[in-house]
Nanobody, 127 residues
Framework: VQLVESGGGSVQTGGSLRLSCFHSAFKYATYSLGWFRQVGGKEREGMATIKPNGSTTYADSVKGRFTISTDNAQNTLYLQKNTLKTEDTAMYYC??????????????????????WGQGTQVTVSS
């Protein structure tokens, strides 16, 4: 079971990108969904999550710049990334989990809370 990300690429600082994540079988409206990123051998970090009720959470580092959304009819999850910085360079992954996530603290939960993952899409931001 795998999700498929797309939309990564190279962009200059201040630019924008929109990542997409598609799965043909999942009914996204019934899943908790998230975007994570990973730099090299560092731990995968949660960027944004969206629940079936539409509520969203964001990491402080991307709040106000990134927007997570879904098109449930198309079974597609999006991450709109604006005002990109060099530190946003990373491999980006989407993830899905059947609710409830069981996470009550502020911000996105750790990767261990998600079962289903995509293969990742690389984003490189240069100055």
């Amino acid at each position: 079971v795998q999700l498929v990300e797309s939309g990564g690429g190279s962009v200059q600082t201040g630019g924008s990108l929109r990542l997409s994540c598609f799965h043909s079988a999942f009914k996204y409206a019934t899943y908790s969904l998230g975007w994570f990123r990973q730099v090299g051998g560092k731990e995968r970090e949660g960027m944004a999550t969206i629940k079936p009720n539409g509520s969203t959470t964001y990491a402080d580092s991307v709040k106000g710049r990134f927007t997570i959304s879904t098109d449930n009819a198309q079974n597609t999850l999006y991450l709109q990334k604006n005002t990109l910085k060099t530190e946003d360079t990373a491999m980006y992954y989407c993830a899905a989990e059947t609710p409830p996530l069981g996470w009550v603290l502020p911000g996105p939960p750790p990767p261990a809370f998600f079962t289903y993952w995509g293969q990742g899409t690389q984003v490189t931001v240069s100055s």
